[in-house]
């Protein structure tokens, strides 16, 4: 039996110090909460996704090592460094999961490889392109998945589902 | 005990002495060497560990695993002696092991 909780944030200390929160501590791209003093990084945090053109809540370590990195530069005066595709990853016994991006206004989901021998991948495209790939023991698809999310570059479908077609030709 | 050197991309040298079985990024993680990210923290899933092995000791080293290769292919900057250093164990027949750093893990 698998149970998905979910999580709510515990922005209760924030909210007390009279800082903005909407389903967690609303932060810009250098973690900032809407007090100029005060930074605040991870799962609580609703921080700006312009990738995906909103703001988003994310409970990953990739997105709290990318922002305590945000606020690293921000407190020593340095340029932020460039926003990254948000990622997840997981090992299940024998299967190893690999999720690039975020599969929000998807209009079409493309399955490369055969879910029956647990090697595949999910692609999720909006308007042909790539909004998120979820790879089982699939790390090409991951990988080149996740430059497609970042370039945003219109894929060939066809090249995509089909399995002779290497992920570096598909991703050229 | 076996010594690893870490030499960053602008030259800069990092000795530490790690035990035998503690992998070249745990290493580097706890002696705060600086350009290994290891986002994902040692599972082969990032490829932000990414190092160049000393030829020295590439020979000495297990075979990367498929996975290894696979996500090696995508890195940047990737040479013949590129390795992600999750997957390289320490033992005795590696001490004293160089490895350079790429210029970013991205």
Not at chain 1, 143 to 168: E, F, H
Not at chain 2, 89 to 98: F, N, R
Request: hydrophobic fraction near 45%; charge should be negative.
């Amino acid at each position: 039996v698998l149970v998905g909780v979910g999580a709510i944030p515990n922005d209760e200390i924030a909210k007390a110090a009279g800082l903005d929160c909407n389903n967690g501590v609303v932060v810009d791209l250098a973690a900032r909460t809407s007090d100029s003093s005060i930074f605040a990084v991870g799962d609580l945090t609703q921080r700006p996704m312009p990738l995906y053109s909103r703001s988003v809540r994310l409970e990953s370590v990739p997105n709290a090592l990318e922002q305590a990195k945000a606020v690293a530069c921000a407190v020593v005066g340095r340029p932020l460094p460039a926003p990254e595709v948000p990622w997840f990853w997981s090992d299940q016994f024998d299967l190893k999961l690999q999720i690039a991006g975020m599969p929000f206004d998807a209009d079409e989901i493309l399955i490369r490889g055969d879910p029956n021998t647990a090697k595949f991948a999910v692609f999720h495209l909006k308007q042909g392109c790539i909004q998120a790939v979820e790879a089982v023991n699939a790390a090409p698809e991951f990988m080149a998945g996740k430059q497609l999310v970042a370039s945003q570059k219109p894929v060939a479908r066809d090249k995509l589902v089909d399995m002779s077609i290497s992920m570096k030709q598909v991703a050229v | 005990m076996a010594k690893i050197t870490f030499v960053e991309h602008n030259g800069t040298e990092h000795s530490v002495e790690a035990k035998n079985g503690l992998t070249v990024m745990e290493a580097a993680v706890k002696n705060n060497v600086p350009g290994i990210d290891a986002d994902c923290g040692g599972a082969c899933a990032c490829a932000t560990c990414h190092v160049y092995v000393g030829e020295a000791w590439l020979g000495k080293l297990d075979k990367p695993s498929a996975m290894e290769e696979s996500m090696l292919d995508f890195a940047e900057n990737v040479e013949p002696n590129s390795r992600l250093s999750c997957q390289i164990k320490m033992s005795d027949a590696l001490d004293g092991i160089v490895v350079t750093l790429p210029e970013s893990q991205h």
